[in-house]
């Protein structure tokens, strides 16, 4: 009974591709998040979503597009892939202040 | 801006012995803190956290963190390591907006263990 999940678990791809990850959390929650993780193992937070309204937008190139159709559901989309987004992306949500992180989605671009 | 320095890259224990991996945090408020563990290849595993209250709190797996103000502190302990301990640890700070918590994430600790 998984509360954050995430698909795909990997992605490999060529750059230039676009692509997508999907989030889904059944916890109830009314935010979510994307989280970067780099080579280094450097988290960093990207966007975040409150009721599917985005409220948190960090420095981030355009590429990346975050969606929630609904609360419970942010997507990912990243266009034209470079060598420089492979990582690992992280989905979590939260209520208050604690977040629940997903199992992460390893991306790596050839 | 809130920051998180986790000055230990790399640590290696024995089996057995206690741990303490440092972390010092800087935010203008009364913070929020977290500690994460992420064995290879998983994701996120929230271990303890802080809000507020007594200063020593307790965790999953035999872990406790204490809270230092005068310090900025929130250094995580546990009195005998296990093989299984060996992962990457991370310290976060969070700052809550009403409806958002936005965490800064330290750098990570890797704890080795040897048997």
């Known amino acids: 009974d998984t509360a954050v999940s995430q698909t795909p678990k990997y992605l490999v791809t060529q750059m230039g591709n676009d692509k997508s990850i999907k989030c889904e959390q059944n916890?109830?929650?009314?935010?979510m998040y994307w989280y970067k993780q780099d080579s280094k193992k450097f988290l960093k937070i990207m966007f975040s979503?409150?009721?599917?309204?985005?409220?948190i937008n960090e420095t981030v190139p355009n590429r990346f597009s975050p969606k929630s159709p609904d609360k419970a559901h942010l997507n990912l989309h990243i266009n034209s892939l470079e060598l420089g987004d492979s990582a690992v992306y992280f989905c979590?949500?939260?209520?208050?202040?604690?977040?629940?992180f997903g199992p992460g989605t390893r991306l790596t671009v050839l | 801006a809130q920051s998180v320095t986790q000055p230990d890259i790399h640590i290696t224990v024995s089996e057995g012995a206690s741990l303490e991996l440092r972390c010092n945090y800087s935010?203008?408020?009364?913070?929020?803190l977290f500690w994460y563990v992420q064995s290879p290849g998983q994701g996120l595993q929230l271990l303890l956290k802080?809000?507020?209250?007594?200063?020593l709190v307790q965790g999953i797996k035999g872990f406790e963190a204490e809270f230092k103000r005068s310090q900025s502190s929130f250094n995580l302990r546990k009195p005998s390591v296990h093989w299984s301990d060996a992962a990457e640890y991370f310290c976060?700070?969070?700052?809550?907006?009403?409806?958002?918590?936005?965490?800064?994430f330290g750098t990570g600790t890797r704890l080795q263990v040897t048997l």
């Open positions: 979590a949500s939260s209520q208050v202040r604690e977040q629940f």
């Open positions: 916890l109830g929650h009314d935010t």
């Open positions: 979503y409150n009721n599917k309204e985005l409220i």
């Open positions: 935010y203008g408020a009364t913070p929020y």
């Open positions: 802080y809000f507020s209250g007594d200063t």
């Open positions: 976060a700070v969070g700052a809550y907006t009403g409806t958002a918590s936005k965490l800064t």
